[in-house]
């Protein structure tokens, strides 16, 4: 069974550009959520898509976006770019909303120059 | 606020030896426990979890991790270390209770092995 699929791996991106990242996950599995990970802030919650609606949201400014497709794939957006938005961008899937574990891919590094 | 705490930033242990890293957590109810590592380019794999029940639990690769209600902790062990154990090692909770299950991560701490 192939695991959670992210892509691109890596990008680099200039300040003011938009950028969008991909995430297949685990077949079968309908929960997707998009964690940002810096060295600074650790691991921080972006958001959750199941059944191709947003169910959770954290607290990022809304230049963030998402979306889930009826495959289950899900792409997030940013932007307007800006040098902060550099990080591992992690995807996780589960089976269903609630569900209690979450397996992740390997993530998109970013970086904005 | 909910938090997770892992006081050590890094540890250095020499291969063989003991290993114990420490959580901590600030919740107002017994959320969900994980422990979550990370190697060097990789996402996230997950080494163990606690919903209820017995205290101590056992995960992959060797490691277990004890419930500490009355201390608000969740210390991952593990009795001997290899040098593939170089690792990011992430503690994580989550809500209990519905369906919000965004987990909330502490910082994170850095495990290097010497030979």
């Known amino acids: 069974k192939a695991g959670v699929t992210q892509t691109p791996r890596y990008l680099i991106k200039t300040r003011g550009q938009q950028v969008t990242l991909s995430c297949s996950p685990i077949?079968?599995?309908?929960?997707v959520s998009w964690y940002q990970q810096t060295p600074g802030q650790g691991l921080q919650f972006l958001f959750e898509y199941f059944s191709e609606t947003q169910r959770n949201k954290g607290n990022f400014p809304g230049r963030f976006s998402g979306r889930q497709f009826s495959n289950s794939r899900s792409e997030m957006n940013v932007s307007t770019l800006e040098l902060g938005d550099s990080a591992l961008y992690l995807c996780?899937?589960?089976?269903?909303?609630?569900?209690?574990?979450?397996?992740f891919g390997q993530g998109t590094r970013l970086t904005v120059v | 606020a909910q938090s997770v705490t892992q006081p050590d930033i890094h540890i250095t242990v020499s291969e063989g030896a003991s290993l114990e890293l420490r959580c901590n957590y600030s919740?107002?109810?017994?959320?969900?426990l994980f422990w979550y590592v990370q190697s060097p380019g990789q996402g996230l794999q997950l080494l163990l979890k606690y919903f209820s029940g017995d205290t101590l639990v056992q995960g992959i690769k060797g490691f277990e991790a004890e419930f500490k209600r009355s201390q608000s902790s969740f210390n991952l062990r593990k009795p001997s270390v290899h040098w593939s154990d170089a690792a990011e090692y992430f503690c994580a909770v989550a809500n209990p209770a519905g369906n919000n299950r965004k987990l909330i991560w502490g910082l994170g701490t850095s495990l290097a092995v010497n030979p």
């Open positions: 919740y107002g109810a017994t959320p969900y």
């Open positions: 996780a899937s589960r089976w269903a909303f609630g569900d209690t574990e979450a397996f």
């Open positions: 077949s079968g599995h309908r929960s």
